[in-house]
């Protein structure tokens, strides 16, 4: 994990020896408000450009089949129950300048997220709780290597009877569709998922709590679900693949990527969240064996994990 902006990693040495080796880019950039937040994001048009600018940056870390993912939240105008569209206008500036192409569009569910905006949902009761972020899977190829055999469900208990009978209605629906006597009993070992993932995130005991609470360190606000990157991580990746965040925050991706075994490497530019981030790492940290550098003349700084 490096210390330091993502455009001065950019700009550096080390980015350039990285060029066409990324599979991934899986990433949670501080969300198109337009209000400030402690965790730094850019507020209005400057956040359109300011995205759009990484497009063409990252695509060349990209290998040919490589995907970047990104998790945007909505917006709101200042002061109004009115919905902004910048997330929409950030990501297709940085699709265009990036030159991806759309995979597919994915909705990320949080059940258990607190009511937000307050004002027009809990004061004035005008609107319901906004509770998802959507998440754009874009590629520079038309068919970036993705497997769902790696990300199936298990099956609910009515797919568990049906292959167990051997048996259910075929033949045409109403929508006219003709359902043949096979197509549904052959257990392939789990459902292929929908483009819709519920995740909820509400813990405060994990290893990252019990850490920063340990150690006297800031944790990160707004922490993304660790299961929204194992599962993209998985989809797109194989083991041993490398992994990049570049607003890494908490080192979310980092985590899931060397839970899932493979090789990861991560961005932040706030050194009270690089310092939390080790709580992440807290199982792993007898296996590290690094000494930490400075990159020179960048800015950036490579944070040593200590045991």
């Excluded at 993705?146 to 298990?154: D, E, G, I, T």
């Excluded at 060397?258 to 792993?284: C, H, I, T």
């Excluded at 400075?294 to 045991?307: A, D, E, F, N, W």
């Amino acid at each position: 994990m490096y210390q330091g902006s993502t455009e001065e990693f950019l700009r550096s040495p080390l980015a350039k020896k990285y060029e066409g080796k990324v599979k991934l880019i899986f990433t949670s950039p501080p969300f198109p408000l337009n209000r400030k937040k402690a965790y730094g994001n850019l507020v209005g048009t400057k956040y359109v450009k300011w995205l759009a600018d990484f497009g063409p940056k990252l695509r060349k870390l990209l290998k040919p089949n490589g995907s970047i993912v990104l998790e945007l939240g909505n917006a709101w105008e200042q002061g109004k129950p009115v919905m902004s569209t910048l997330a929409l206008e950030a990501l297709l500036g940085f699709r265009k300048k990036g030159k991806f192409l759309l995979a597919q569009q994915f909705v990320c569910h949080n059940p258990a997220r607190l009511p937000s905006p307050a004002q027009w949902v809990n004061v004035e009761r005008i609107r319901v709780k906004d509770a998802y972020t959507h998440v754009w899977w874009m590629s520079p190829s038309e068919r970036p290597y993705a497997n769902n055999r790696n990300v199936l469900r298990p099956y609910s208990e009515s797919m568990l009877q049906l292959l167990k009978t051997q048996r259910y209605n075929a033949g045409r629906r109403p929508s006219e569709h003709k359902i043949g006597a096979t197509s549904f009993l052959k257990n392939n070992k789990g459902a292929i998922p929908s483009n819709v993932l519920t995740f909820s995130n509400t813990t405060n005991s994990d290893a990252y709590h019990l850490y920063c609470r340990e150690h006297g360190v800031k944790l990160h606000p707004a922490r993304m679900p660790i299961g929204l990157a194992e599962f993209f991580i998985s989809f797109l990746t194989h083991p041993g693949d490398l992994v990049f965040d570049p607003f890494a925050g908490s080192n979310t991706t980092g985590a899931a990527a060397q839970n899932l075994k493979r090789r990861w490497l991560s961005v932040e530019a706030n050194r009270d969240y690089v310092d939390s981030s080790r709580g992440r790492f807290v199982r792993q940290k007898a296996k590290s064996n690094d000494s930490g550098r400075v990159l020179q003349g960048s800015g950036v700084r490579r944070q040593r994990r200590r045991s």
